[in-house]
Antibody, heavy 121, light 107 residues
Framework: EVQLAQSGAEVKKPGESLKISCMAS????????IGWVRQVPGKGLEWMGI????????RYSPSFQGQVTFSADRAISTAYLQWSSLKASDAAIYYC??????????????WGQGTLVAVSS | DVQMTQSPSTLSASVGDRVTITCRAS??????LAWYQQKPGKAPNLLIY???SLESGVPSRFSGSGSGTEFTLTINSLQPDDFATYYC?????????FGPGTKVEIK
């Protein structure tokens, strides 16, 4: 089955670090880019950026540049979203999604189930 | 950055109605525009890509049109399963911006 499976919910304190994951299965991992999307509960979708798992080329939204880090491990078909120091304003649901913008012109056509990140002192 | 707007923000409609949602971009997108449906507690689901191409498995009552800076999503004969929030998204090779969303409610 073609799917993206994300890691479970996290509860963290401000200032803590965090790395959440997105494991792909059922398709060639390096054929598609992986994107990350933030959604504060009850609010809209925010495009954070994308990463090419093949060579770790990344494109960050200006709003998230320097605030988060994308990475990928081809050996285990897994993409990661990382924070070095969480803020209360990072509390949200984070989705990973597959995209092929360069070759096929495809937007996010496969989504993970989302990871809820809670940040509270 | 490309800015996206959607109208209306909320839409009340009945089963069987024809519904149209408009998305506008601050600069020309060509046809690099997608539409998603999101239901509460679920991830978004791709409906339309390249402004007017129907994603596989999506019912044909959904259609998209437009190019440049103005786009529309039309739902013909609204079904109970269609009450949800709809987002447009511009996507090009290096960026992507979502519209603020349109909630389709039961009248």
């Amino acid at each position: 089955e073609v799917q993206l499976a994300q890691s479970g919910a996290e509860v963290k304190k401000p200032g803590e670090s965090l790395k959440i994951s997105c494991m792909a299965s059922g398709y060639p991992f390096t054929k598609y880019w992986i994107g990350w999307v933030r959604q504060v509960p009850g609010k809209g979708l925010e495009w954070m950026g994308i990463i090419d798992p093949g060579d770790s080329d990344t494109r960050y939204s200006p709003s998230f540049q320097g605030q988060v880090t994308f990475s990928a491990d081809r050996a285990i078909s897994t993409a990661y979203l990382q924070w070095s120091s969480l803020k209360a304003s990072d509390a949200a649901i984070y989705y990973c999604a597959r995209t092929d913008p360069f070759v096929a012109g495809r937007p996010f056509d496969l989504w993970g189930q989302g990871t809820l990140v809670a940040v509270s002192s | 950055d490309v800015q996206m707007t959607q109208s209306p923000s909320t839409l009340s409609a009945s089963v069987g109605d024809r519904v149209t949602i408009t998305c506008r971009a601050s600069q020309s997108l060509g046809n690099w525009l997608a539409w998603y449906q999101q239901k509460p507690g679920k991830a978004p689901n791709l409906l339309i890509y390249r402004a007017s191409s129907l994603e596989s498995g999506v019912p044909s009552r959904f259609s998209g049109s437009g190019s440049g800076t103005e786009f529309t999503l039309t739902i013909n004969s609204l079904q109970p399963d269609d009450f949800a929030t709809y987002y447009c998204q511009q996507y090009n090779t290096y960026s992507g911006t979502f519209g603020p969303g349109t909630k389709v409610e039961i009248k």
